[in-house]
């Protein structure tokens, strides 16, 4: 088979895109920045957490032997000698018979070996402008170590508290403050350089013309690209003719970006033009890709710039993003974990292929407990409606031509927060 018009499974394809994209240098950033970039390296814990030994509770820091005794009728009186407040360290050390006023978070004193809550005192107050009582009753035996949070029992020093490739989240930025860390290690941004092509295009705004269109790629990708973390070029509407292609993809290549996205003229016909100055100053391979919607796939260079041509129906363009698209961007920003995670649904109609591998917009709902999904529609590959309709796309593996309702199948969720 002609090697230009080759028949690929989708995740060869996937790959063979993945094979020839770099990963991005490597950037150092204040962690205030942080988050929506990958880790370019691993990041250790600098010193144990908890940093020393501390209380869980607002209460009093005891030895536990002195409460072995006490109940509810006999309670134990205790001497208050001294009054801890969080950030403070106060230099007491406790005998028998005595006791420290101690709030949540504050170090445990030398002699203490568990803190008895407010609540179970005699002293049920927990405001810090109350001065501490000289001394206060116990009604139950409190363990060693209770409430007690020990150096170190989060984290050990020197542990790999997150993975090289981890996109940040504010959790995870919480902890690497928490460490102290304010600068790390990230690949850097990347930046994508979107064009649409076509004569019948129009931006929005302008005056509708008899034959002409509005473009929808284009505001949809700039937001599919930014919600990976990358920085979106809007190189507008390029009409179908060789200069115009070579000015932009030119630009492109002027901005340094990394990647140049376009979306349609990759049809048979249509794409000589595209195919032709690529293949002046780079290269082109042109796919066929097993798969629906979204069949015909570009990819290449223009100069050295990966370049990735996506259909130009709008649905066929977005779901090309999400099968290929997303998973390159990730990968430059050093991360292997590129794919949506997918979930089990029951099918509450049949659905039917051609036996490619076919993504269906569908609603998946909660029904009895159970996830369930149906179409959003009908499924042509213009029909973006159905697409904005969808919550998901059901994943139809290739080789299967139809599936009964009440069947099962995985789905990818789209609306989940990026
Ligand atoms: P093509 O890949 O050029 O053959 O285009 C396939 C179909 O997608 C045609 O109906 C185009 O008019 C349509 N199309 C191409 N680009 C866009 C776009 N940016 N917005 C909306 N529809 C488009
Ligand atoms: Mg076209």
Not at 132 to 144: E, G, K, N
Not at 215 to 221: E, G, I, V, W
Not at 317 to 344: H, K, N, T
Not at 370 to 399: F, K
């Amino acid at each position: 088979m002609n090697q230009k018009t080759e028949l690929l499974v989708v995740s060869e394809a996937r790959q063979r895109i993945l094979d020839k994209i770099p990963v991005l240098d490597v950037q150092e950033i204040s962690l205030d920045q942080a988050i929506g970039r990958y880790l370019a390296e691993p990041v250790q814990a600098q010193f144990a957490f908890p940093l020393f030994d501390n209380s869980a509770m607002d209460g009093f820091a005891i030895k536990a032997e002195n409460t072995l005794e006490a109940s509810r009728t006999t309670p134990v009186s205790l001497n208050v000698v001294a009054d801890i407040p969080a950030g403070s360290l106060v230099n007491v050390e406790i005998q028998n018979g005595e006791a420290v006023r101690i709030m949540t978070g504050a170090a445990i004193p030398t002699g203490a070996n568990a803190v008895v809550p407010v609540e179970l005192t005699n002293f049920n107050f927990r405001q810090t402008v109350l001065s501490a009582p000289s001394q206060f009753l116990v009604y139950q035996p409190i363990q060693t170590g209770a409430n007690i949070r020990r150096r170190g029992e989060d984290i050990p020093a020197g542990a790999v508290v997150l993975a090289k490739g981890q996109r940040i989240r504010p959790q995870d930025a919480g902890l690497m403050s928490m460490l102290g860390l304010s600068k790390i290690n990230i690949s850097r941004s990347p930046k994508i350089a979107i064009l649409s092509s076509g004569d019948e295009l129009l931006p929005a705004g302008a005056p509708l013309i008899p034959g002409k269109i509005y473009d929808a790629n284009m505001s949809m990708l700039v937001g599919l690209v930014e919600r990976t973390g990358a920085e979106a070029v809007n190189l507008g509407i390029v009409p179908d003719n060789p200069e115009t292609v070579r000015q932009a993809l030119q630009k492109a290549i002027d901005l340094n970006v990394d990647l140049i996205l376009s979306s349609a003229g990759v049809s048979v016909g249509a794409l000589d033009f595209i195919r032709n100055v690529l293949e002046q100053d780079g290269q082109l391979d042109f796919w066929r890709v097993n798969m629906r919607p979204g069949k015909p796939l570009a990819f290449g260079h223009y100069m050295s710039c990966p370049f990735i041509g996506l259909p130009g129906n709008p649905v066929s363009a977005f779901v090309g993003f999400e099968v290929f698209v997303r998973p390159a961007i990730i990968q430059m920003q050093g991360s292997l974990d590129f794919l949506r995670p997918s979930i089990r649904v029951q099918l509450e109609e049949e659905v039917r292929s051609d036996g490619r591998e076919t993504f269906l917009r569908a609603i998946v709902t909660k029904k009895n407990g159970e996830l369930v999904a149906r179409l959003t529609g009908h499924q042509g590959s213009g029909n973006l409606l159905s697409l904005v309709q969808a919550n998901a796309l059901l994943l139809i593996p290739s080789g299967v031509k139809s599936l009964p309702s009440g069947g099962q199948v995985e789905a990818w969720l789209l609306d989940s927060f990026e």
